[in-house]
Every structure is written in C-alpha cells, then in structure tokens.
C-alpha cells in the first residue's frame, strides 16, 4: 500500500518513546541510534535526522550518481535546527507523530518526509540535525535507475504542491526557508566564490566563510528553464524565413548554454572516495557522467512533475462563477471583531478551498491576493466603518490582477504578428496573432477565477 503506510505500520507495531526510520538501501553507523535519541533527549525535539553519505565501494556509476542532483539532502534552519530531514535517516517522538497522524498514505514512493516535517512545523514542533547521526546510503548505480528516481521525485512534487499550494509559486518552484545541504547541488554561476569575513586588518573575533545568496542564473539547471527553452525554439520557428529570428536566435542559443555552462562548472568539481591513483579517462568518465546527470535531472523532475499536474498552467481552489469585472461587497455585523481577524478567517477559508492566498505587505495597497494561474489572480482591499455600539458596516473591493508575464507575451506575440504582416509573412503573422489571443483570454480566466473565488467566500462570510 505503499511508503507512508509501510512507515504507519511500523509505528502502530513500536513500543518505545522513539520511533527511527531508515531506507532499504540504507545501512546504519555503529552509534546511529545513540546519536538520534541522544539529540532529541538533550534539545527536546519532536524528531531529528542526520547525515546520509554515499558507501566508497559502489563503483564510478554510483559515485557519478551522488555528485549530481537530486539526491536526498538535509535543509537547515540553523546548525542545530532543521527544515527538512531525509527519510532514510530520521527518529521522532511517537507521541508527536500520533499527534498529526503520522504519515500521510497518499505518498506512496516519495515526498512523505517532506510533508511530514511540514505539518510538524505547522503544529509549533522543532525538528533537529545530528551531524554524527550518519547512515551510508547507495546511490542509483546507471543513468537509467537515475532517471526513473527523479521522475518519481517529480510526481511526488505534484502531490505535496496539490496539498501544500502556498509553497510553490507559478511556474511550480518550492522555496525553502532554510539553506540545502549536499552533494550535487547546482553552482551558482555568478558566485563561484564566497567571501571570508576578517574584520579591519584581521580584527574580526570569528572570522567566517559567507555564500552569496543564489541570483537568478541558478534557474538555469531548474525544470522551468527548460520550459523556457521551449518556447524561445517555438519564437525561433514560427519566426524562420523572415529577419525578427534574431529576436529568438540569440536567446534561443544562450539558454542553452547557460545550462551547459553551468552543468560542466559542477561536473569539474565532481569527486569520489580515494581509491588510489586515477587515470585521466577515469577522471573524465567520471565528469561526463555527471555533466549528462545534471542536464537529464531537471528533464526528468519536469516530466515527472507534467504527468503529476504540476504545471505552470495549473489552477488551484474549488470552482467558482467567474468575474471579469471589479466588485464591491459589503457586511453589516452587530458585534465589532478586528479586521485583522476577520481578514485572517477569510485567508483560511480560503486555503480550506485549496485557493494560493498571500496576505499584502506593509506598503501593498491590498490586503489579500488570491492566485489564479500563471497570468492572474485576484485581489481584496477592506475597510471597516465603526458604529456604535460596537457594530460595523465592512466594505470589501475586489480587483482582477493580470500578472506582467500576460501583459509582456501578448504585447510581444502581438508586436511580431504585427511585423510578420507588415514584411508579407502571413502564415507567422497568423500563428503570433492566435498566440496572443489565447494570453489574453488565459490571462482574462485567470483573472476571473481569482475574482469569483474571493466574491464567493465573502458571500459565505454573509457580505452582499
């Protein structure tokens, strides 16, 4: 019945206080679970994990395997305090897992831990790291076992942004709060250094290493860049024949180079375990393997992430009657409540129909924003009058929002039909015509979703 209901049996079989989880392809330290119950004992956690290394004697395909991308990696918070912890090397209180119900069943291969560590953040649990917790985990041993593990990692992506869609953003990124740990991990290819921390003339009590945060560029090795690559070649053919293909040419050719750039500035740091001297085509094998390994990864995490409906096109919340137009409600109520609450019950019904809902900022001239897709959402200012004594009339004004992304692919889809016609190319000027208008009416419906779910869920608040 899968992985959340194998871990789910054998925390209804345990009997201890603590309960430790460890993968099949997975073997344990010496003092592995001494570790575990000792970090939780001393910094009263509701689970820790630690550390899962690549055994020294599985072959160069393995090795190859963990210096790319994609493998388990801890995220930490702090030295002490982590985000995320692998499933092949955590321990958690029994009491704290029974508390939210244990693993959820509907993970059957992968993102159970990750859902796991979620909702126990969410119930005000801390969960810890033990750097000398440490558990020898196999690597895939082939590019084709690599490839069939990350698509795998992909759908289970699909389910944890279907129940936990304020995570991710449009194009279907997840950001962590915390920093990853690990092999593998894409270099960023404007930072190839950090910088040391000394102080005035070396007068800095503690000198430290700083990493610049990630820019940018570290996209180019995501899934979504090469949805970005796919639509500069569409630009690029529909516009072949006539002088704008230079327009997409040109990016065209840098988006893949960056992607390739960056895949060999992460293969050139590729190393395995010391088993003697190496010979340069043993050298070489290696990189090559990992150069491939890190261009194939994010196809494979997008193709698993397509099949599993996570798509840069998706919607999410419950149906609604759609509005084009902006709207007003209001709700009179005999008993005065803060907005600040009522806007904060209205954000959680809201996330109760499966709706992305972010609340505004300290300058937003908005208080709620409901997304409706990649070109649009929805947003809600309001206001409350006070009368004596103690009741409120609330006004609530609501806005379609269309997204710069809608706004920026119609103008250009409309400029180079524009142009395609002007030169006589009228099939192009055709096709880009047809392009914009489906923006524009994508953009409308995301618009209009967003707007009808947030009229809806007024109305249920008793706003007419």
């Not at 050719?253 to 740091?269: F, G, K, Y």
């Not at 409350?384 to 609501?398: N, Y």
Request: glycine content about 10%.
């Amino acid at each position: 019945m899968g992985l959340s209901q194998a871990r789910n049996a054998g925390i209804q079989a345990s009997t201890g206080e603590m309960v430790a989880f460890i993968d099949d392809d997975a073997y344990p330290d010496t003092h592995w679970l001494r570790f575990l119950a000792g970090s939780i004992i001393e910094g009263k956690y509701a689970g820790v994990g630690g550390p899962n290394l690549p055994p020294p004697n599985d072959g160069w395909k393995a090795d190859a395997v963990a210096n790319a991308p994609g493998n388990p990696n801890v995220v930490l918070l702090t030295d002490k305090i982590a985000e995320h912890i692998p499933g092949c090397n955590m321990m958690f209180k029994k009491d704290a897992l029974n508390a939210i119900g244990g693993f959820d069943p509907v993970f059957r291969t992968a993102g159970d831990d990750v859902d796991l560590c979620w909702r126990l953040h969410e119930a005000g649990a801390t969960i810890g790291f033990s750097p000398v917790a440490m558990v020898w985990h196999h690597r895939r041993n082939s590019i084709r076992k690599s490839w069939k593990q990350q698509v795998g990692y992909g759908r289970a992506e699909s389910l944890l942004e279907r129940k936990w869609p304020g995570k991710y953003n449009s194009p279907g990124q997840l950001s962590w709060q915390g920093r990853i740990y690990g092999k593998g991990l894409p270099l960023d290819i404007t930072s190839l250094r950090g910088r040391v921390y000394q102080g005035v003339w070396g007068t800095a009590p503690f000198q430290s290493l700083y990493q610049p945060p990630p820019s940018l560029w570290s996209l180019t090795l995501s899934p979504e860049w090469y949805l970005i690559i796919g639509a500069l070649a569409l630009g690029f053919i529909l516009s072949i024949g006539w002088s704008p293909s230079i327009i997409f040419g040109l990016p065209l050719l840098a988006s893949i180079a960056l992607p390739v750039a960056q895949a060999w500035m992460n293969a050139r740091r590729a190393r395995s375990p010391d088993r003697g001297p190496r010979t340069l085509w043993q050298l070489l094998r290696l990189r090559l393997t990992v150069f491939t390994l890190h261009l194939l990864q994010p196809l494979a995490r997008l193709e698993g992430r397509l099949r599993g409906g996570l798509t840069p096109w998706r919607r999410r919340g419950t149906s609604a009657t759609a509005q084009f137009r902006a709207s007003t409600l209001t709700m009179w109520r005999d008993e005065r409540e803060s907005l600040e609450v009522t806007l904060d019950n209205l954000q959680r019904k809201l996330r109760d129909a499966d709706a992305v809902v972010r609340a505004g900022g300290d300058y937003d001239p908005w208080d709620l924003e409901v997304r409706g897709g990649l070109f649009g959402g929805g947003r809600l200012l309001a206001a409350a009058e006070e009368h004596a004594p103690g009741k409120q009339f609330l006004h609530f004004r609501i806005n379609p929002k269309y997204y710069a992304l809608a706004l920026l692919l119609s103008a250009l889809s409309a400029v180079m039909s524009i142009a395609a016609g002007l030169l006589g190319a009228w099939v192009p000027s055709g096709i880009w015509a047809v392009i914009a208008c489906l923006v524009a009416i994508r953009a409308l419906g995301d618009a209009a979703f967003a707007t009808g779910m947030l009229r809806e869920t007024l109305k249920r608040f008793g706003a007419e």
